[in-house]
């Protein structure tokens, strides 16, 4: 199997979570591009190229001002298109004083950006998770993480659950007996794959049982859903046993969240990993997302270790293949998703 995934430029990535462009702007690199993002006074968010038209200087270190971002070497200004609209000490504009800017979406608490060709980005290819537009029923907090691998890396350890029992074992996971007979289903889709996987008539975990209070085994499920290139959204939660949870995850009193995790790859060794987790149990407590947050946090501290683990061993021997297992159903349809996507945008480049 193939380590590492090209980057694919022509597709929308998540860039920041809107709360993230408050009154300063904003540098990321992303896909190998340094970027920044700011908030205008009229409340548009701009994404341009990290390096004025002028004298190279990074705009990031501006400030943003009532027309747009303020380079902080000679003042020029430049609105969320790109173009200057202020050259202090000079009457005349001319069209050449322009940063690139990328095609940006801010929808459902993200920045959406498109690194591409402009003429390709489609809107409607965003992907919807509409959950966080849900706040009462689905109150949900969220983080942005700086990974020291390769963003592919994250879709792998989404892909493939059977490493809870060992990475996760003191949270979210179950042991190892009872990750080993899972019933699991896999359907490859036109841009990437869905699993749902059960785990029946086990003891909950800690997590379960600090939101739920059960006190007799639980029917688990697991429902993932992987969107090339970056995206992958998750359905997790549990059922006493003898409430017919594999014909219903819906009912009340169930222990159930809804995540949304995006890997934007930063550059080939490196990425940013956003995620939201939301629960959907406990809605009058106030607490119980933040309870909710406490526990699923740590649960990513310890899965960072080992992906940057990975990365650097993989780095050592790039040469070296890896072997797949009978668990690696998923994983191995989300690589040929990704592997699908880079060669239909290099045709539609071409054309």
């Keep these: ?199 029946l008539d086990t003891p909950p975990p800690p997590t379960f049982v600090k939101a739920m209070g059960f006190k007799t085994n639980v029917d688990r499920w697991s429902d993932f859903e992987y969107l090339a290139p970056s995206s992958v959204l998750q359905w997790a939660g549990g059922l006493e046993v003898g409430r017919n949870a594999q014909k219903n995850r819906h009912q009340k009193g169930a222990y159930s969240m809804r995540m949304f995790h995006a890997a934007t790859p930063e550059t080939e060794h490196s990425c940013h990993y956003f995620w939201s987790v939301a629960n959907g149990y406990r809605q009058d407590d106030p607490h119980a997302a933040t309870e909710l947050y406490n526990e699923i946090a740590p649960t990513f501290d310890e899965d960072v270790k080992m992906l940057e683990a990975q990365q650097r061993i993989l780095e050592r021997d790039p040469s070296q293949a890896l072997i797949l297992r009978q668990q690696d159903e998923a994983l191995s349809f989300a690589r040929k998703a990704i592997r699908n996507l880079a060669n239909k945008t290099v045709l539609n480049t071409l054309n």
């Design 1 to 199: 199997m193939q380590h590492f995934e090209p980057l694919i430029e022509n597709a929308w990535y998540v860039a920041a979570w809107s709360s993230e462009l408050r009154d300063k702007p904003l540098a990321r690199q992303i896909l190998n591009q340094n970027v920044v993002l700011f908030r205008d006074s009229f409340g548009r968010v701009g994404v341009l190229e990290d390096r004025c038209c002028h004298r190279a200087a990074p705009l990031a270190q501006g400030e943003v001002v009532a027309g747009g971002l303020q380079c902080g070497y000679h003042g020029m200004t430049f609105d969320v298109d790109g173009q200057c609209v202020a050259n202090p000490g000079e009457p005349n504009i001319s069209s050449k004083m322009k940063v690139q800017s990328f095609p940006i979406i801010e929808r459902q608490n993200f920045v959406w950006v498109w690194m591409g060709e402009p003429s390709l980005a489609e809107e409607n290819d965003i992907v919807d998770f509409p959950f966080h537009k849900q706040g009462e029923e689905w109150p949900f907090q969220f983080e942005r993480y700086h990974i020291g691998c390769n963003y592919m890396l994250i879709i792998d350890n989404l892909m493939d659950l059977s490493h809870l029992a060992y990475v996760h074992r003191r949270t979210i996971g179950d042991s190892a007996s009872n990750h080993a007979k899972v019933e699991m289903n896999v359907e490859p889709t036109e841009n990437g794959v869905k699993f749902l996987r059960w785990i």
